[in-house]
């Protein structure tokens, strides 16, 4: 076990874990959509940035492990600023429709503009939306690219249910959506076994036929 202090609070935690999860299960948030526990972080979010003392910059939290002595802050100036850029981004790529999305009340970017005072419609913000509004071609789902938030949470919980991922980026940039292979294999399992992407989804972009 080591020790450390987040926001001035003393915390025991297992050596190599990595710093978001043991801030998470203390209940100290911090905001983030692509962690998922048990998978490799990817920090492709660029969300749950701290301050680490020692360090010149903040860091990402999901790609930092645990040590003893280690002395965090949560909640800088610095920190608030890339995360409130980060999410703007986020909203330039995504179609802001509540009230006609399932996710609604339950979603994680809600969650993140609320806890960091960003509106879901920013002022002079540039919008980079995709042509197509939803994708059907797939037997088992249906993909909404302009509500996709690119976290990765769909292929890691895919990979750990099949032992193998049904699903991939695809494009390069503002056009990367999410794409489905396998397909064959995948119609023929039964419902139970082809939710795991459906429930890690954080903003539903990804449903059940």
């Known amino acids: 076990m080591v020790r450390l202090f987040i926001d001035n609070k003393e915390i025991e935690a297992e050596a190599g874990t990595p710093l978001l999860q043991v801030c998470l299960s203390n209940d100290i ?12 972080p ?18 990402t939290s999901c790609t930092v492990e ?14 608030r600023r890339l995360q409130r850029t980060a999410l703007r981004f986020l909203l330039s790529t995504h179609h802001v429709k509540c009230k006609e999305c399932p996710a609604n009340k339950k979603c994680e970017l809600q969650r993140l503009a609320k806890f960091l005072k960003v509106g879901l419609r920013p002022k002079n913000l540039d919008r980079h ?9 797939h037997p088992v789902f249906n993909y909404y690219p302009n509500r996709c938030i690119l ?16 699903l991939t980026f695809a494009k390069r940039g503002i056009d990367t959506v ?8 995948m119609s023929r399992l039964p419902g139970e076994k082809c ?8 903003v539903k972009a990804i449903t059940l036929k």
């Open 195 to 202: 939710i795991a992407c459906v429930e890690v989804c954080p």
């Open 42 to 59: 990817q920090a492709s979010c660029r969300l749950c940035f701290v301050e680490i003392e020692g360090e010149d910059r903040p860091v």
């Open 151 to 166: 976290c990765g949470r769909c292929i890691h919980a895919c990979k750990r249910e099949h032992g193998k991922a049904l």
């Open 66 to 79: 645990v040590r003893d002595n280690m002395v965090v802050k949560t909640d800088t100036e610095a920190v």
């Open 129 to 137: 939306l995709k042509e197509t509004e939803t994708d059907k071609s």
């Open 178 to 185: 999410i794409s489905f292979y396998g397909e064959e294999d």
């Open 29 to 40: 948030y911090v905001p983030n959509l692509c962690y998922l526990e048990g998978t490799k």
